[in-house]
Nanobody
Framework: QVQLVESGGGLQQPGGSLRLSCVASGHTISRSVMGWYRQVPGEEREFVASITWSGAVTSYADSVKGRFTISRENAKNTVYLQMNNLKLEDTAAYHC?????????????????????????WGPGTQVTVSS
């Protein structure tokens, strides 16, 4: 069992920045693929970003490319999402997710697609509101 807890959300003006953190407990995440999704009430959950266990390969939704950066510190069981140049449409609840036990000896890009097929665990979310 893995518990994920997000933090760092809040209210920010357009053009501002926020840094989200997600701490995992109950299981080491060093070999996992992790990522962030976001959801607006009444809409489907939307993929935001993902990262392989080494941090060498990342993937982003087109809507956040060039503005958001995902990173991780396996020693701290933590994944981050640095969000810059925030826009009104970034307003959502942001959820951290993890998929454990990735296959060995496969390309990082394949792992990121594998992650999106179905994370194993989700965090409860942290609210990000962008408003002037």
């Amino acid at each position: 069992q893995v518990q994920l807890v997000e933090s760092g959300g809040g209210l920010q003006q357009p053009g501002g920045s926020l840094r989200l953190s997600c701490v995992a407990s109950g299981h080491t995440i060093s070999r996992s693929v992790m990522g962030w999704y976001r959801q607006v009430p009444g809409e489907e959950r939307e993929f935001v970003a993902s990262i392989t266990w080494s941090g060498a390969v990342t993937s982003y939704a087109d809507s956040v490319k060039g503005r958001f950066t995902i990173s991780r510190e396996n020693a701290k069981n933590t994944v981050y999402l640095q969000m810059n140049n925030l826009k009104l449409e970034d307003t959502a609840a942001y959820h951290c997710a993890v998929r454990l036990n990735p296959p060995a000896d496969v390309p990082g890009s394949w792992l990121l697609r594998w992650f999106r097929d179905g994370p194993d665990y989700w965090g409860p979310g942290t609210q990000v509101t962008v408003s002037s």
